[in-house]
């Protein structure tokens, strides 16, 4: 049977604890009295230590600067950076058998560089499965290769990566976990290389990332004002061995995104992408249209079905007149068809992936005035997942995140209501899983 505990490992997922077995319910326990005033306090104190320092009012260009990263160039084509990132968080979860915990979610080494005029290599680093430090766990702890692309770089039109990189669908997963407006932000159901743990027999990728290679491009088509950007590939996908998995023919996943920017152009680097801009990019509005394909994709040996995942999303950012701040919209919606029969959830080496629809939107404001350090950034979020062959679950969350400096340094205080928590990855017909109350305190920063 398969073992929906591994699944729910993944560092930077919505569910870092999903149930072990389809059968089993997980029993949260009765509300604890003191958990929402403990959390209430933290956030207060928080809170009046920062208001105790200067406020300040600062237009948004002038308050969140990217910072270069450490460059060693031989001449202006022969260039390398190196840069880091850490972000974690302290969970509290209303309840009496799960431990108050922290949480390490990303650690990351950045590795850029540049070998000729049109030539460039990324690699990057992670700790996979980082808070996996006990002898029984699975998948272990491991710190190693996350991205190792080669890089043609021509021109804004046509470009070519290959190696391991991130599959170009949604949104949330190309601007990863750091370049989030929320911290805790994977809530809707993974792609395959991301519901995937590994790569080779029985895995698709890990952390959103396969082997393959990536065309992507912009042009301005003129009929309607604005610019659209590309993004297609082949990767390998969900590979199999010849006893288990679905993939008996070795069929290949092929995936594609077209965003259109009707505002201001989205500037990021390749086809990666940001959640929010704090407002630096000015007013943007983009329309995006992402799929995922791959013959064979999901379900077990004997109960196998083609895997196709449609999603759609949209970012709204407006920088409000006379100073008064940045509102940022985020919105997204899946449709995944993967028609496998339900037993195959007890098949061994099941890739039960997903087959449903699910949405999820984020209101986000950033408050124009800078009070100590950084502005306060107050968000509500509503996310609905509802499977075919199992049970719906929802979450609502409201928190403030406290912005720094950008991306690069920031706090979250946060509380989410629901039952995502508890179901977590398993879409197997008989999970259950109780509505609980979770408060989380996280921190980023990076370089």
Not at 73 to 86: R, S
Not at 228 to 246: D, E, F, H, I, N
Not at 271 to 289: M, P, R, V
Request: glycine share 12%.
């Amino acid at each position: 049977m398969k073992n929906f505990e591994e699944m729910g490992y993944k560092v930077h997922s919505y569910a870092a604890i999903s149930a072990e077995r389809p059968s089993r319910q997980i029993d949260f326990g009765k509300r604890s009295e003191g958990f929402l005033a403990q959390a209430v306090l933290l956030v207060a104190a928080l809170i009046v230590g920062f208001s105790s320092l200067t406020t300040q009012v600062h237009a948004a260009d002038d308050d969140f600067k990217v910072i270069s990263k450490p460059k060693w160039a031989i001449d202006d084509t022969k260039w390398m950076t190196i840069g880091m990132g850490f972000r974690g968080s302290g969970v509290w979860a209303e309840a009496r058998n799960y431990r108050n915990d922290f949480s390490i979610d990303n650690a990351r080494l950045y590795v850029n560089g540049q070998v000729h005029e049109y030539v460039k290599f990324e690699i990057n680093t992670e700790c996979f499965f980082c808070n996996n430090t006990h002898s029984n766990d699975s998948p272990k702890m491991s710190y190693n290769i996350l991205d190792a692309i080669g890089k043609v770089e021509i021109n804004r039109y046509l470009n070519f990566w290959g190696g391991r990189m991130l599959v170009p669908t949604e949104r949330g997963e190309l601007s990863g976990p750091f370049f989030q407006a929320t911290h805790d932000a994977f809530k809707t159901p993974f792609f395959s290389q991301d519901f995937s743990t590994k790569f080779g027999s029985g895995g698709a990728g890990r952390y959103g990332r396969d082997d393959g290679g990536t065309y992507w491009g912009s042009v301005e088509p003129g009929f309607i004002k604005g610019t659209l950007g590309y993004a297609v590939g082949v990767y390998r996908g969900l590979q199999s061995s010849t006893t288990l998995g679905p993939n008996q023919g070795n069929d290949v996943l092929w995936a594609g995104r077209f965003t259109y920017n009707f505002l201001n152009p989205e500037k990021n680097p390749g086809y990666y992408t940001s959640s929010t801009y704090f407002g630096k990019a000015g007013d943007i509005l983009a329309l995006a249209f992402g799929a995922s394909y791959q013959r064979n994709g999901a379900g077990s040996f004997a109960h196998r079905s083609d895997f196709l995942g449609l999603v759609g999303d949209l970012l709204f950012e407006k920088v409000l007149p006379k100073n008064l701040g940045v509102t940022t919209l985020n919105a997204e919606y899946k449709q995944f068809y993967a028609n496998y029969n339900a037993a195959a959830f007890a098949d061994p080496g099941c890739f039960c992936m997903f087959d449903g629809k699910s949405w999820t939107v984020t209101g986000l404001y950033l408050i124009p005035v800078k009070v100590g350090i950084g502005k306060f950034q107050p968000y509500g979020r509503f996310t609905s997942i509802q499977p075919n062959n199992s049970s719906n679950r929802q979450e609502i969350e409201g928190g403030v995140n406290y912005i720094i400096d950008g991306f690069n340094a920031r706090i979250s205080a946060y509380y989410q209501h629901g039952d995502l928590y508890t179901k977590g990855l398993n879409y197997a017909p008989d999970v259950t899983g109780q509505k609980v109350d979770v408060f989380k305190l996280s921190f980023q920063i990076q370089m």
